[in-house]
């Protein structure tokens, strides 16, 4: 049959990436409690594609995913991207992995215990010289206004807040390890049960631990400072304000050092 994709294209324009996205995909990530946690991750796959080529092969993309079945994890991570480079041709692969993952959590005074979704993320490129990898955690906590409490009489604004970090490291780490760093450098934690006991508390815990979107950047960013496994890393808060119509936000980011 007639290869299309390999016939020649004329418009002399490189495609820095194409290929697939949004693959719904069961792999098993680590877990430091159980072992092992099966997910239903979305998988993003993509090659660079030379100008004189009219296209790249989609299948092939799932094809190689197939062969990895059950296996698709930070230790393969590499060898998948060289993988799908070599059989589609191409100087530099990219893939990008979204997963929900869920730790027990017990709430603080009740001891009530329930599972906690986190969404955590793997993404990389390969080309000739080197792989590029990330490991990225999306932590909802709870912030204070400092200001609100400062000018109120009775009560200060507090807001649902979404912090995002990725990193780049030298060596394994658990990704529970990274989640706690962002929980501990909020206002507070988000629990998916609480009873009124447990309420009280980390509502008055919160009201005693006011921060700023800044703050809570700066306490990621000063903690990961502190642990030379990490060579970059960024960081991104969205307040969620009760009080305006927008979101706070801050960003940071440490150099790379990567090269990319």
């Given amino acids: 049959m007639i290869d299309v994709q390999n016939q020649k294209d004329h418009r002399n324009i490189d495609i820095k990436k194409v290929g697939v996205k949004g693959i719904k995909y069961p792999i098993v990530v680590l877990d430091r409690t159980r072992?092992?946690?099966?997910?239903?991750?979305?998988i993003n796959i993509y090659v660079n594609l030379p100008h004189h080529f009219k296209g790249t092969h989609m299948s092939r993309f799932v094809e190689i995913l197939n062969e990895f079945r059950g296996q698709i994890n930070i230790k393969t991570f590499h060898t998948i991207l060289e993988k799908i480079?070599?059989?589609l041709h191409a100087k530099s692969a990219h893939m990008e992995i979204d997963f929900p993952y869920f730790i027990?959590?017990?709430?603080?005074?009740?001891?009530?215990k329930s599972l906690?979704?986190?969404?955590?993320?793997?993404?990389?490129?390969?080309d000739v010289s080197k792989t590029d990898f990330l490991v990225g955690v999306i932590v909802p906590v709870t912030t204070v206004c400092p200001c609100s409490k400062e000018i109120s009489n009775m009560g200060a604004h507090n807001q649902r807040s979404i912090v995002t970090v990725k990193v780049r490291f030298k060596k394994f780490f658990w990704i529970e390890d990274l989640i706690r760093i962002v929980e501990d450098s909020a206002s507070g934690e988000v629990y998916s049960l609480l009873k009124r006991v447990d309420e009280k508390f980390v509502t008055e815990k919160a009201y005693e631990n006011p921060m700023f979107?800044?703050?809570?950047v700066r306490n990621v960013a000063e903690q990961?400072?502190?642990?030379?496994?990490?060579?970059?890393?960024?960081?991104?808060a969205e307040n969620f304000e009760s009080i305006h119509n927008h979101s706070a936000y801050a960003f940071v980011e440490k150099n790379s050092i990567s090269g990319y």
């Fill in 35 to 42: 072992g092992t946690q099966p997910v239903n991750a979305t």
């Fill in 85 to 87: 480079r070599d059989k």
């Fill in 104 to 112: 027990e959590k017990t709430a603080p005074v009740s001891r009530a």
């Fill in 116 to 126: 906690m979704e986190y969404r955590c993320s793997f993404s990389g490129q390969n």
């Fill in 213 to 216: 979107v800044e703050d809570v």
């Fill in 224 to 236: 990961l400072n502190g642990n030379d496994n990490f060579n970059w890393y960024s960081i991104e």
